[in-house]
Every structure is written in structure tokens, then in C-alpha cells.
């Protein structure tokens, strides 16, 4: 087992010993400090698990936090962008922007539409998509025929993009939007792992025609599993409530589904549950970036690893704190994250490239010779908002 104190005067343990303690921690904790147990038994008393007055209340809360207009429920953030770019119409005919550095959920909701991820590069030694290359990429394999974007290989349209705000950054939206601009492609934002995040004082999520946001039991506030779709659009909003409600009509006493509907619906509990946590979403993001700027004091002088910060013009959520191993101790990686754990503190690796895994491993992708480095060096560290308390 690897002797982390020999080998390095200031390393990764010891900075995670001064900061946390010798406590063992999770990765990342649902934070319950609220009316949780309140609003739940009230869903209990009144015998409204499925559906009742916190489904209202909770998209209410979200759209008065993140300032878009309309924001539907679902069951979850896959759901929450498979609807998404079903309203966009996605089919088999249509290729689809979206980073090899994700959630395998991400991708798998570009598939159920039937449409093909084309994977897409990071930027060197950050996690969100390298905006630039990508664009010096598109003009040397794509065309623009009738405001729409070929793919000179594979024929098909290249329709959308999917931004991934990675672990809580925002994504360069200026840089985004004007790509998308210039190559006729939609936004649909993957903002799961972003609530309470900003760019330019924007809520990311609300840039792109339609943006999604995840509940799930490890994200900022949760809802147990649950996810939101956020548009300003007043038609595609009321589209997105009908298509994630089995397309259902009501007519007197009769249900008519007037075509292919989804139950994607959350339930009344999981909103109560997250209209709980959304009271308190202040006081958490407080402890968020209280906790990175421990992180980033105790290890600012180290030469081993680096805090991933928030870029330019933006204002991060923090969701997962992030350090990158020098590239010298890339080979050692998995043994440092094998000793930590055994120690009791919780740190992963990242996702593995969505493109090297075996149902995608054939879709068209550009080099992702950043992403294959940023891949190997990055170590996800203990980022539960309540650690410090």
C-alpha cells in the first residue's frame, strides 16, 4: 500500500486530515436540517404520495431560484433531458454535440430519442467542453446546407449541443452561444449537477432553449430521485408537462392519451422533500464554498495536486470538489484513491469517456486527446455541505 506520508511532505491525505478531521466521510451527503419530516408527514396525513400541493410549490421554488419562466417536475435529470430533446425532435436522423467526460445518463438520453452522440473534447486541465477546438472542428467536418449543420461523413444532421456544466462549473455561455449561432445548433443544457451555479449572474440552465437540473440523492439539495426541465418557452413548457404526464387528456370521466407519453411525473413526496431543501439552498451553497476555500487554503502551497476553481465570469456551486493529479503521478493515482479510501475518506476517480464504453464506442467523435489526460488525473474528494459543521 502506498506510504502516502513518506513520499510526499504535503499530500492529499494530510490536507484532507487538517481540513476534515479523522471523521470518516462520505463523497457527497443529502443535507436533512429542515421541514423535511414535516412536509412528508403532512403527504403521509393527507394520504398525497403522488400527487398534491407540493408538486406546484416545489416547481414554484425552483423557478423563483433560478429566474426561468416555466420549470416541470419529472422523475429525474436522464428524463428531464430525454423529454428535452424529444420537444426539439431529436430521431435517428440527427446527431447530437455532447462531452466524452460525462454521466453515462447524459448519452443514454440522447439514444433513447434514437439519435447518435457525437462526442466532443474537454479543455486542458478543466472540465468543461474546449469551446474553442470545437469550433475549428465543426468547420473542417460539417457543412451548413438550409440553416442546418451536416455531418460530411455520416450525412446526418448535427442538430443540438449539449453543454454539461461539470460538477457545478458553468460552461463559457458567450463562447457557447455564439458557436451555436454560427453552426445553427440548439442548446439543451445539462445543468444536473448545477443549481446555485452562474454564469454572468445567470442561473445556468436557463441559456439554451431548454436546460435540466438533477435531484438525485447526491446532488446540491435532493428530492430523493427527481429532476426538473427549466424553458422560458410557454409552448414547449406546456408540451414538456403534457409528454411527462403519459400525454393524458382528461374528458369528463374519461382519460384519452392523444399520443406517446412517458410517466415521468415526480411525486408529490419527492417535491415535498424539495421544498424543504430548497428553504435552506442558501445556507448550503454557503457551506459549499466555505468548504472549497478550506480545500484551496490547505492547499494552495501542495505541488502535488491541484484544487479545481471556478473559471471567468462565473460563480460555482462546487458541487463536487475536484483536484487533478500531476501528471507524474498520474500512475499513481489509483493507489492514492485506494489508500484514502481505506482511511475512511471518500474520493473517486471520474466518469470513464462515454465513447470507450461498449454501446457507444463505434459514434463519431473528434480527438479527445484532453479529455483522455483530464480523464487519468482527476480525483473527486470528500464534498458533503454539512463536513465542517
Not at 439514444?111 to 475549428?136: A, Q, R
Not at 463562447?175 to 451555436?180: A, E, I, Q, R
Request: include cysteine.
Amino acid at each position: 500500500m502506498l506510504n502516502l506520508r513518506k513520499n510526499y511532505q504535503k499530500n492529499l491525505f494530510q490536507i484532507l486530515q487538517k481540513v476534515i478531521g479523522k471523521k470518516k466521510v462520505a463523497l457527497h451527503e443529502p443535507y436533512i436540517f429542515g421541514n423535511e419530516k414535516k412536509y412528508l408527514n403532512d403527504c403521509i396525513k393527507n394520504n398525497q404520495l403522488t400527487y398534491g400541493k407540493f408538486n406546484k410549490q416545489f416547481e414554484k421554488s425552483v423557478c423563483k431560484f433560478t429566474k426561468a419562466k416555466y420549470c416541470i417536475g419529472v422523475v429525474n435529470g436522464t428524463s428531464a433531458l430525454h423529454l428535452s430533446l424529444k420537444l426539439l425532435g431529436c430521431n435517428e436522423k440527427h446527431e447530437i454535440l455532447v462531452p466524452a467526460l460525462t454521466f453515462v445518463g447524459t448519452v443514454n438520453a440522447i439514444n433513447y430519442t434514437g439519435s447518435h452522440p457525437h462526442f466532443i473534447d474537454s479543455e486542458k486541465d478543466f472540465v468543461n467542453m474546449d469551446i474553442v477546438k470545437l469550433d475549428k472542428y465543426l468547420s473542417k467536418i460539417a457543412k451548413l446546407k438550409k440553416n442546418k449543420l451536416y455531418n460530411k461523413k455520416t450525412g446526418r444532421i448535427i442538430k443540438a449541443i449539449i453543454p454539461v456544466h461539470t460538477y457545478g462549473h458553468p460552461v463559457n455561455m458567450d463562447k457557447l452561444l455564439k458557436l451555436s449561432k454560427k453552426f445553427k445548433l440548439e442548446i439543451v443544457e445539462d445543468a444536473a449537477e448545477g443549481l446555485g451555479s452562474y454564469f454572468k449572474n445567470k442561473h445556468v440552465g436557463t441559456f439554451g432553449k431548454l436546460g435540466i437540473i438533477s435531484f438525485n440523492g447526491n446532488k446540491i439539495i435532493t428530492t430523493g430521485g427527481g429532476g426538473v426541465i427549466l424553458t422560458n418557452n410557454k409552448t414547449l413548457a406546456a408540451k414538456a408537462k403534457h409528454l411527462s404526464t403519459t400525454a393524458k387528456v382528461i374528458k369528463g370521466y374519461d382519460l384519452v392519451h392523444n399520443q406517446i407519453g412517458y410517466n415521468y411525473r415526480i411525486s408529490n413526496i419527492s417535491s415535498a422533500l424539495g421544498c424543504a431543501q430548497m428553504e435552506n439552498i442558501k445556507k448550503i451553497l454557503k457551506l459549499k464554498r466555505n468548504l472549497f476555500r478550506n480545500y484551496n487554503k490547505n492547499m494552495r502551497k501542495n505541488s502535488f495536486f491541484k484544487l479545481i476553481k471556478e473559471p471567468k465570469n462565473s460563480k460555482s456551486n462546487y458541487w463536487l470538489q475536484t483536484i487533478l493529479v500531476e501528471s507524474n503521478l498520474i500512475y499513481k493515482k489509483d493507489q492514492i484513491i485506494n489508500f484514502l479510501n481505506s482511511a475512511g475518506y471518500s474520493v473517486r476517480p471520474a466518469w470513464k469517456l462515454i465513447n470507450e464504453i461498449k454501446p457507444y464506442k463505434k459514434k463519431p467523435k473528434m480527438n479527445l486527446d484532453n479529455a483522455k489526460l483530464l480523464q487519468k488525473k482527476i480525483i473527486n474528494i470528500p464534498s458533503s455541505p454539512q463536513i465542517l459543521l
